[in-house]
């Protein structure tokens, strides 16, 4: 509802939270000042004013930087619940549900939008039930290009997810899942 694609775009929604748009995260080094946010843009943030969130897959950390593009949902702990799992962060921890296949219904999306800097992002899902809600199988992709003002900076984002889901009992689905990640990059200084 929010459009939102990173973490950054979901904390600007969100009690307590900081990202990129209210917080710039730096380090001092022997008198020199790094920002934080062109070296990892989407650690740059801190949960209830202490630390970046501890971020995870369906419970287990990742390193990767998430998208929403194949992300059904979004679970925010801050603060103490976030250690009840033992991997929350000081701040707290942000965990998210991937997209599963789905053996009900067919899912058909395309999406594409572009900003003021010549960046464009295109994504699509597609979901089919095969074998009468007994297996399905979703294929998820995106292609994100970041504009920027100052040339030749880039960031190019290409992302494939592939999920299949096996029912053999009504109420008993198997998911399993495999997901590409590549990024090429020259952000401005």
């Known amino acids: 509802d929010t459009a939102s694609t990173d973490i950054n775009d979901v904390f600007s929604y969100e009690v307590s939270t900081e990202g990129t ?4 995260s730096f380090s001092i080094d022997r008198g020199t000042v790094s ?48 250690s009840v799992f ?6 707290g921890g942000v965990n998210l549900i991937p997209s599963q296949a789905n053996v009900n219904r067919a899912i058909t999306t395309f999406a594409y939008r572009g900003d003021s800097y010549g960046g464009y992002r ?15 199988i979703r294929v998820l ?13 880039s960031d190019t984002t290409r992302r494939l997810m592939v999920a299949l889901t096996r029912r053999p ?16 990059f020259n952000r401005e200084r």
């Open 35 to 82: 920002d934080d946010i062109q070296a990892n843009p989407n650690g740059a943030n801190r949960m209830r004013g202490l630390g970046s969130a501890n971020v995870a897959v369906n419970g287990f950390t990742s390193s990767l930087p998430f998208d929403t593009y194949n992300v059904d949902a979004i679970e925010i702990s801050r603060g103490p619940n976030s």
């Open 21 to 24: 748009r209210q917080w710039t």
């Open 122 to 136: 295109g994504n699509f899902d597609i979901n089919r039930p095969l074998l009468n809600g007994k297996f399905a």
């Open 169 to 184: 009992i009504k109420n008993y689905p198997y998911p399993a899942s495999f997901d590409s990640y590549r990024e090429y």
């Open 86 to 91: 033992g991997l929350g962060n000081t701040g």
């Open 141 to 153: 992709g995106l292609y994100n290009n970041q504009g920027y003002v100052l040339k030749p900076s």
